[in-house]
């Protein structure tokens, strides 16, 4: 049994967490000015599954990390409920999951998580996070493919509901917003005949190639004010240097391979810590709830103030807390440095280091420099 003393520090400490609670469940529930977010939500949604496709329909997608949506104007990141470390985990952790999603349509061919956009990707989705907390998830998604013609540019919105926690293994409490996002990109694709397809594919392949050497390749594709790509020739059938594109092309896949690798296991790795700090953010916008609701009552005012209450209100305090700083450390895999790779390229041994973005670009200027010097072309940009 408390004695005086102890309750009071207890009442008090009980308090000090309730307007914690409150002020960080404003926070979360605080919307920004821009009209994108109000946007109706998805609902339930069955993701749609590919029977049978044919090989020249299935096209490589590229999911570019999204952008985090972090304001520049850190005084605006507590207002909005902004922690941006665990943003910038959620921008590497989100394309993961759509990256599974979408394999799991059977309609596509090898779906990669890249570092960093690369135009001459068959299929480029990227995207930028407008608002994420346990209870709301708002995207921003753009596919466009290599010729240039866009896709998809459309906002997204998904809300939680009890039975979305806690969520499984093969799972996520927004679900249903990647489906989706998977539905809506296969949609597309089922609009264009074979001849649109292998034109998409024969565009990624020689803007691939531009970019080793424009001059040797500059000339096959051409390009119109909107920046739309169609092809004015292909190279004659077994051209020497074309299959040095595919090889080195090849090349640059296995590196993003293993990069798709060390992404997905991170995803893993956060993903139980990760639905947890969701799950206790909802509950903290629906405590903000109930919380206005009483306050609205004078004849509850009373029981708003019960030491059982604050009691309760200081323990679910402590555990968000807790699962913060679980997120914080573990975030630190996805935006701090990784661990090197070894790359072999033309009998020679390359050690990579650094960030895997920056990991990706410098093996990238590698293999441009390997093309040249067998070549004897110009590098390209």
């Not at 679900?175 to 089922?190: F, P």
Request: with cysteine.
């Amino acid at each position: 049994m408390y004695d005086g003393k102890i309750q009071v520090s207890w009442r008090a400490a009980a308090a000090l967490a309730l307007c914690c609670l409150v002020t960080l469940a404003a926070r979360a529930q605080q919307w920004s000015p821009d009209p994108a977010l109000a946007v109706p939500p998805v609902g339930d949604v069955t993701l749609r599954v590919e029977q049978s496709v044919p090989e020249a329909a299935l096209l490589d997608v590229g999911l570019v990390i999204f952008n985090p949506g972090i304001p520049i104007d850190e005084s605006t990141h507590s207002k909005l409920g902004i922690f941006p470390e665990i943003r910038k985990a959620e921008a590497q952790f989100m394309p993961v999951l759509l990256r599974q999603v979408l394999l799991a349509t059977n309609a596509w061919g090898v779906v990669r998580v890249l570092p960093d956009e690369q135009a001459s990707t068959e299929l480029m989705v990227s995207g930028r996070i407008l608002l994420s907390n346990g209870s709301e998830l708002v995207l921003q998604v753009s596919a466009r493919d290599a010729s240039g013609k866009v896709w998809l540019d459309k906002t997204y919105r998904d809300l939680t509901t009890e039975r979305d926690y806690p969520g499984s293994e093969d799972s996520d409490p927004f679900i249903d917003l990647y489906r989706q996002v998977a539905n809506d990109l296969l949609a597309y694709r089922q609009s264009l005949d074979s001849r649109q397809l292998r034109a998409i594919r024969q565009v990624a392949l020689l803007r691939y190639a531009a970019s080793l050497s424009e001059d040797a390749f500059g000339s096959y594709l051409q390009q119109d004010p909107e920046g739309i790509y169609t092809l004015v020739r292909l190279p004659a059938q077994g051209d020497p240097m074309l299959a040095r594109v595919e090889r080195i092309r090849n090349q640059e896949h296995l590196f993003v391979d293993t990069v798709d690798e060390q992404y997905v296991k991170i995803y893993e790795e956060m993903a139980p810590t990760y639905t947890l700090w969701r799950q206790y953010g909802r509950e903290q916008a629906l405590y903000q709830q109930e919380y206005e609701a009483r306050a609205q009552n004078r004849d509850r005012i009373g029981r708003r103030g019960t030491f059982p209450a604050m009691e309760q209100t200081y323990n679910t305090y402590k555990q968000i807390k807790i699962q913060k700083q679980d997120l914080d450390d573990m975030s630190q895999g996805f935006n701090n440095e990784v661990t090197p790779t070894v790359m072999e390229a033309s009998g020679r041994v390359f050690r990579l280091s650094g960030t895997l973005q920056s990991q990706y670009n410098e093996w990238r200027s590698i293999l441009r420099d390997i093309f040249a010097l067998e070549t004897g072309a110009p590098a390209g940009s």
